[in-house]
């Protein structure tokens, strides 16, 4: 009788997070002038990430199988999500666990520097205009985000 290799259900979660915590990582390491006569020289310093890949994962795992969009209420799976930073760090927020929610990748380009609130305050104020105006509005904010967006998440 062969043992047959039993596949851990968490493996393509794990592998996903093991690729975000890798771009987090190079996104916020050292970063130097290649060239001119600062060639070599600290162009931007780095900024620690203050967690591990294992509580990334496991903060991932506590999301559920299936939860929200905490901005649009999209249905979203660990496995297609963007992390999203309530206040974004160029407005003096951190990377802590804290400071991070899981988004829907259109309302993470749309959002751009905006706190979680102003976000939701903009999103509250164009429900209250005409749908025709609510659409204007919508493609004028994803064309400024688009570079952020494949072209299949912009639907209207």
């Given at each position: 009788?062969?043992?047959?290799?039993i596949?851990?259900?968490?493996?393509?979660?794990?592998?996903?997070?093991?690729?975000?915590?890798?771009?987090?990582?190079?996104?916020?390491?050292?970063?130097?002038?290649?060239?001119?006569?600062?060639?070599?020289?600290?162009?931007?310093?780095a900024?620690?990430?203050?967690?591990?890949?294992?509580?990334?994962?496991?903060?991932?795992?506590?999301l559920?199988p299936v939860?929200?969009?905490?901005?649009?209420?999209?249905?979203?799976?660990?496995?297609?999500?963007?992390?999203?930073?309530?206040?974004?760090?160029?407005?003096?927020?951190?990377?802590?666990?804290a400071?991070?929610?899981?988004?829907?990748?259109?309302?993470?380009a749309?959002?751009?520097a905006?706190?979680?609130?102003?976000?939701?305050?903009?999103?509250?104020?164009?429900?209250?205009?005409?749908?025709?105006?609510?659409?204007?509005?919508?493609?004028?904010?994803?064309?400024?985000g688009?570079?952020?967006?494949?072209?299949?998440?912009?639907?209207?």
């Amino acid at each position: 009788m062969s043992a047959k290799r039993i596949k851990n259900p968490n493996q393509p979660i794990k592998t996903r997070v093991h690729n975000m915590y890798g771009g987090m990582i190079k996104r916020h390491e050292v970063k130097y002038w290649k060239t001119g006569r600062r060639k070599g020289l600290i162009r931007v310093p780095a900024i620690p990430i203050p967690f591990t890949e294992a509580e990334l994962f496991e903060w991932t795992l506590n999301l559920g199988p299936v939860f929200r969009c905490p901005y649009c209420s999209t249905l979203l799976t660990p496995l297609v999500f963007s992390v999203d930073h309530e206040i974004p760090l160029g407005r003096g927020g951190s990377l802590d666990l804290a400071n991070l929610s899981a988004v829907c990748k259109l309302c993470n380009a749309l959002k751009g520097a905006l706190t979680g609130e102003e976000y939701r305050h903009l999103r509250r104020s164009l429900e209250t205009l005409h749908p025709d105006a609510q659409k204007s509005i919508y493609q004028r904010l994803k064309s400024g985000g688009f570079r952020w967006v494949k072209p299949k998440e912009i639907a209207a």
